[in-house]
């Protein structure tokens, strides 16, 4: 079953998706959304200090890397 945004189930096929948009839609369902975790916060955080820090060549060699690493 596939997972939204947030982590709930989603079900994987049209009729059931729009079963559940309907119930959505009509508050016979709700849905709960998760509070970002620390971990989610401070990675943020983290990132946006080290990007004001860094200069453009530095962020770039960074992401160089990084994207050679994923493929």
Partial sequence: MPKGPQGPNR???AIG???MVAQL???ELTETIKKQS?????GKTGSMALFEKLSSVECQTIA???AGARW
């Fill in 11 to 13: 079900p994987a096929d």
């Fill in 17 to 19: 998706c729009a079963v």
């Fill in 25 to 27: 839609a009509t508050g």
């Fill in 38 to 42: 620390g971990r989610v916060k401070s």
């Fill in 64 to 66: 160089y890397n990084a």
